[in-house]
Each structure stands twice: as C-alpha cells, then as structure tokens.
C-alpha cells in the first residue's frame, strides 16, 4: 500500500491547519502564517506561538474546475487569499459557498473541514477553510 | 441513578450542515407512493457537505458548546463523542476535535459507540467522572453522518447534525442540572451494521415496539418510579427521534401532551440525526426553558437501549442562549439540493478507479 501523504508533515502541521496557529515576532511584533522560525522583516529568532482570530475578508480568489487527481468530489475548488483581522493574509480554500455567489470584501469566518483524503485507505487531512458569515453580519 | 454531588449542563451547542433535501424528492427517486414521507412526519433532512463528517460536525457543535459555557478548552478534563459514523474504523475522532479546539493533551476520552445512545452513555460516564471529583468539565459530543442504503425507507430520514453539551458540578457554572437518571439496556437485535458493511440493516415494524417503545418507556418509567414523579411534573419532554412521529406516540403512551413535545421535536425538519438527535432536540428547549422547569431526555440506540434523565433548569440560562448559534439559527439557515448532489456528497457514487 503506497501512502501519499507523508504523516510527519500532516501531523505536524496540525495545529496550523486546525487552529490557524501562527508566529508571532517577540521584537518587532509581525505574525506569520504558516509559522515561521525566522521573522522575515527584522530576521529575529524570537517567535512565539499565537492562534489567530479566524474571522476576515475576501482579498482576491479564484476557481478551480480542473482538478488534481482525488479532489474531484470537491470540484469547483474556490481558493481565496483572506485578510485576518490581525492583518495576515491567509490562502485558503472556501466552502458553503458558490462561485457566483463569492465576491472581493465579502466577510468570512474559519471552519474546519476535510481537505483532501490519501485514497480510500490512508489519511483524512483535516484543516480550516473558510465560509461566508451571515448575510445580517456582512453589513 | 442519582450521584453524591448533583451535575448539570454549563454550556450547549449544535450544529446543522445546511444543505437539505426534500423527502418528497427521494420518494420521486425510489418510486414511493406520494406522501409516503409525511407518514414518518418527516419532510426534508440535513445532508453534510462533501468537506463535512462526524469530526467537522462535532467540531462545530463543541466549539458552540465551550462559548455558552464560558470556559477555557483546556479545563476540559474528559472528551467524548458518540456516534455510529466514524470517519475512521480505527482512529479516534476525539483526538481531531480535541486538538482543534484547543483540548489537548491533558484530557482523557474516547468515541463511543451503541448505536444512536452511545452519547447518552457519555453523559452517565460525565456524570460519574465529575461528581467524583476526578475531573471540572466533561465535553460529550452526540454526532453523525447517518447512513442509509439508496432506496431503502431509511434513506428518508437518516441525515447529519450533532449536539455537545458541557457539563460541570452543579452550581459550578451550570444552568441546569440533572435531577436524576434511569438507564435500560437489552440485547434487542432491531438494527445492525457489519463490519465492511456500508449501509445498516433494520428489522422494519420490529424496530418500533420491542426497541424503541419498550427501551424508552422503560426507562423513563424507572426513571419516575425512582424520582416519585409523574409525567405532568415534567414542563419539557425530549425524544430519541428516529422520525417524527415515534416521539409524539411515546409521549403519548406515557401521559405526556403532544405540546410538550413540541418545542423539542426538530426530526421532521432536518431528519435524524442519530446520535445528535435527542441531544439537538434538548437544545431547542433549553433556547426557551425558564428557570425552574423540568425537561425530561429520553436517548435510544438500537441493539438496544435507552437513557432517561430529569434536567432542571437553573438561573441563568436566558443569558447564555445568544452567546452562540442557536438551534431556529441552522433550521432557517439552509440551502435545497437535488438527488444527484446529495448522492455524491454522501458518497453514494461508485467511481470506478483508474
């Protein structure tokens, strides 16, 4: 049986993918995500871990018709660059939602949901999407 | 059963994928008599998405949960989820939803399974942990992704949705508490599913009255008898909801009016959702219950067996009501899909590898 997913890798980016946990630099206060062990604007090793807030809105997106073999079940894959209230920006597929429907500023909310399976017989990754919030929370 | 110290209910959620389908539109599909559906008292049913299943679904419910009690993740010393649809044979759920919500590593738990009650056995194993002392919060999920054969009558109720309660020792954060409880259990072979099997097997009419019936009556009649209480000291009576209208008759076989059952009765509009569904029906009428009432919870799992409890409502249950999504939330909120979508976001399409 031939596995695809590497288990190291899902398991530990777990916590990233479930909780949206990020880094945070201790000396000059940018958060990364996915997490980082060097600051990228000031080179400081001084990070610490941070969950972010999960709620945002709508940068840019794209959709995805022609798919990767294994995700046709989730075709059409929306995939959106969404800024964080803390200020980052995450890539992230959408889910609850349809291509007309998807709009730049649109507000949305983290979810966790299936990303991808490993076949019928390995691994179920697991990771945060995100949906629209409500329409009376969109105002 | 009654613990040495009395445990209750801190805080409640639910969640409901939003994607429904008309039962009239499976009855189209299978060639049932028009109206068929509406002899179950069922009407549509909640499907989960094609990214959605018991973690996801517990997930949500439990995340729910945690912001109506008010607590911290990690003081949840115990997590269980009861379900029959377990996205792994062998794998817990728990330890998905545990490390997503922020739970682990200092907790103990596991999935449970007996059918549609393994839920209601995690809120006695709670109970037992937390009147003890051994643990402060007990998180008990009742989640599922039911599954149903195509064409088979069951296919018109069995849906996805899931319920988390947390509890605590009375007066520590609760709202309500449990007054007493009756457990009753019998090797009652009414539905089954085999190991490699996709789908359940069910024995028809014997799934009423030897089963559900008798286990349910049963219990809530030990559950009185050792309380000294009568139906009509109950305000609130919540169901096992396998359809929507074995409830209203249970009720009424034990003296319950059908408008006690009401407020708790969410079967003909999302399905059943196994595991969730008494727990979600609970929900409903803790959303409107007033301080003082008493709601009487009556789980069911085939094989079979139920759990009756007597649930007190506290002071301050109003104010935690809207610190979450509440139950008419995800019945409003809520999008019609047709057969074929809904069969490929339950996986009912063979697709032949290449």
């Known amino acids: 049986m031939s596995m695809k997913f590497s288990i190291p890798k899902t398991w530990r980016e777990r916590k990233p993918h479930y909780l949206l946990e990020a880094t945070k630099c201790k000396n000059c206060g940018k958060i990364h995500y996915p997490p980082r062990t060097v600051c990228d604007k000031c080179g400081s090793r001084d990070l610490e871990r941070t969950r972010l807030s999960g709620e945002g809105r709508i940068v840019s997106y794209t959709v995805q018709y022609v798919v990767l073999d294994g995700f046709r079940d989730y075709a059409p894959i929306i995939y959106a660059i969404v800024e964080l209230k803390e200020g980052v920006r995450v890539l992230a597929p959408l889910t609850d939602v349809k291509p007309g429907d998807v709009k730049i500023g649109l507000k949305v909310k983290a979810v966790l949901r299936k990303v991808s399976e490993d076949g019928k017989l390995g691994l179920i990754r697991y990771a945060i999407k995100f949906k629209p919030l409500e329409a009376e929370s969109q105002k | ?354």
């Not at chain 2, 949960?65 to 993740?73: F, G, Q």
């Not at chain 2, 079967?267 to 709601?295: F, H």
Request: proline share 6%; with cysteine.
């Open chain 2, 1 to 354: 059963m009654k613990p040495v110290n009395d445990v209750g209910i801190a805080g409640w959620g639910v969640y409901i994928p939003k994607y429904r389908i008309k039962c009239s539109e499976i009855e189209a599909m299978w060639g049932f008599q028009p109206g068929y559906c509406r002899s179950l008292n069922v009407y549509e049913k909640a499907v989960a998405g094609v990214d959605e299943d018991t973690i996801t679904i517990g997930y949500e419910a439990a995340k729910n949960a945690i912001l109506r009690a008010k607590i911290s993740p990690s003081e949840v010393g115990a997590i269980y989820v009861g379900t029959e649809s377990k996205p792994y044979a062998v794998k817990p759920s728990i330890t998905v939803i545990g490390e997503a919500l922020g739970i682990t590593p200092k907790t103990l738990g596991a999935d449970l399974e007996f059918a549609c009650r393994a839920a209601g056995e995690a809120i006695e194993a709670s109970i037992g942990l937390i009147a003890s002392g051994m643990i402060k919060y007990s998180l008990v999920i009742g989640a599922d992704t039911a599954q149903a054969s195509p064409g088979d009558v069951l296919e018109f109720t069995a849906s996805s949705g899931g319920a988390a309660y947390v509890l605590a020792k009375r007066g520590d954060n609760t709202v309500a508490y449990f007054e007493g409880s009756f457990s009753y259990i019998t090797d009652t072979p009414d539905f089954w599913r085999r190991p490699r099997s996709p789908y359940p097997y069910h024995g028809e009419q014997f799934t009423g009255d030897p089963a559900y019936f008798h286990h349910i009556i049963s219990a809530v009649k030990g559950l009185m008898e050792s309380l000294g209480l009568r139906s009509s000291d109950f305000d609130y009576a919540v169901f096992h909801q396998p359809n929507g209208r074995f409830p209203l008759k249970v009720a009424s076989k034990l003296g319950f009016p059908k408008d006690k059952v009401l407020p708790g009765l969410i079967t003909p509009y999302i399905g059943n959702t196994y595991n969730g569904s008494a727990l979600i029906g609970l929900a409903a009428v803790l959303e409107q219950a007033k301080p003082d009432q008493r709601i009487l919870l009556a789980s069911f799992g085939s094989g079979s067996g139920s759990d009756a409890y007597s649930i007190i409502v506290e002071d301050g249950i109003e104010e935690r009501v809207n610190l979450a999504p509440k139950v008419k939330d995800f019945l409003e909120n809520k999008e019609y899909i047709s057969y074929p979508l809904y069969a490929k976001f339950r996986g009912l399409i063979e697709k032949f590898e290449m």
